[in-house]
């Protein structure tokens, strides 16, 4: 079992990264979604109940959507002949840089930067450490170096990396990324920033291709919005970055107010009802029988993908200018 809570007043926010991880392995066992590192990040995997269908649903639609945004991200590196960077911020237990190292993408990829609260990344990098399959995907071990008094992790391509990102970037985050002699972002290679139920200040890295991704609420004052906020704060957690933005057609200033080329906001009921195939609905519809589709509706339209697209040049719109998630042909009927 996870540990239990303590009176660090940072750790509500910290368990909700054990909340994402035994949703995950969920939708994992109940074949919603494949991944075969996850287990490794749970402790006693094989011993966890599984999540109600509601929980596996939503899981697997934020899941695939935010995996089409990096996937597209990492092909149009390809396309532009050239490696790309990805920084993943409140990573939590993500096992996404170790399903891209394994998949088609991987030669696309020059580096992954993992960052969160020291009290994760501790046992991060410690999980890391233990697993054969895990470690084994970072390289050479001799190449791989524990940093921070073990709270985190260097290699050639992943790195791991305590920090608090309520602090601002530039305290928090410059002095590790860019500078130094060998800086770990480069600022000729296309950036994709990831922020997942992470509501924090985003600014430019670098005067390069950037695009970020941010999955997070929004509609917080209506009426079940209003519940949301208070179950969270019946676990000591708030949602102070929630506010300025209460609506899904204001999600997209989160980028175009710094400047950002263009920017988009997708709700999770419509990626599932129009952003996923016809074909892999009805395979997930047989995994399970859900009779909450009022609620699961009224959940998924209360978190959004947004993603936000910054080009330096307009040369770059040609190759660049269509990263964003695809309408499917048809509908998913609402029944």
């Keep these: 079992m996870f540990p239990p809570p303590s009176s660090d007043p940072d750790t509500p926010v910290r368990l909700t990264n054990n909340d994402a991880a035994l949703a995950r392995l969920s939708a994992v066992q109940k074949g919603y979604l494949t991944d075969p590192f996850v287990s490794a990040f749970v402790p006693r995997a094989h011993l966890q109940p599984p999540r109600p269908p509601l929980i596996n649903i939503g899981t697997y639609v934020r899941t695939v959507a935010i995996d089409e945004l990096v996937a597209q991200w990492l092909a149009l590196s390809r396309d532009a002949e050239t490696q790309c960077q990805i920084v993943s911020m409140g990573a939590g237990s993500d096992s996404r840089f170790w399903r ?18 020291s009290e994760i990344t501790s046992k991060k990098a410690m999980t890391i450490r233990k697993s054969k ?53 480069s600022s000729s290679q296309p950036t994709l920033l990831l922020f997942e ?11 390069g291709i950037l695009g970020s991704v941010v999955y997070e609420m929004f509609g917080l004052e209506d009426s079940f919005g209003r519940v949301m906020v208070n179950n969270l704060k019946s676990r000591q ?12 057609e204001s999600l997209p200033s989160r980028f175009l107010n ?21 074909t892999e609905i009805n395979r997930i519809s047989t995994l399970e029988f859900l009779d909450e589709v009022e609620e699961l ?7 959004a993908i947004t993603w936000g697209l910054s080009l330096p040049q307009s040369k770059h719109q040609s190759t660049w200018g269509a990263w964003g998630l695809k309408k499917q042909s048809t509908d998913v009927e609402e029944d």
């Design 237 to 248: 957690v708030d949602l102070p970055g929630a506010a300025p933005y209460p609506t899904q």
């Design 133 to 185: 399959a895990l470690g084994s995907v970072l390289g050479d071990p001799a190449k791989i170096q524990v940093s921070g008094g073990g709270t985190g992790l260097k290699s050639p391509r992943y790195n791991l990396i305590p920090a608090d990102l309520r602090r601002p970037p530039q305290e928090s985050l410059a002095s590790i990324l860019f500078e130094g002699p060998e800086p770990l972002l």
């Design 100 to 117: 891209i190292a394994t998949g088609e993408h991987n030669s696309h990829l020059s580096k992954y930067i993992e960052i969160d609260f």
């Design 297 to 303: 509706n009224l959940v998924l339209q209360h978190y």
């Design 258 to 278: 710094v400047g950002f080329t263009a920017a988009a906001a997708i709700s999770l009921r419509d990626i599932r009802l129009q952003y996923i195939s016809r």
């Design 197 to 207: 139920c992470v509501l924090a200040y985003i600014q430019h890295f670098s005067d």
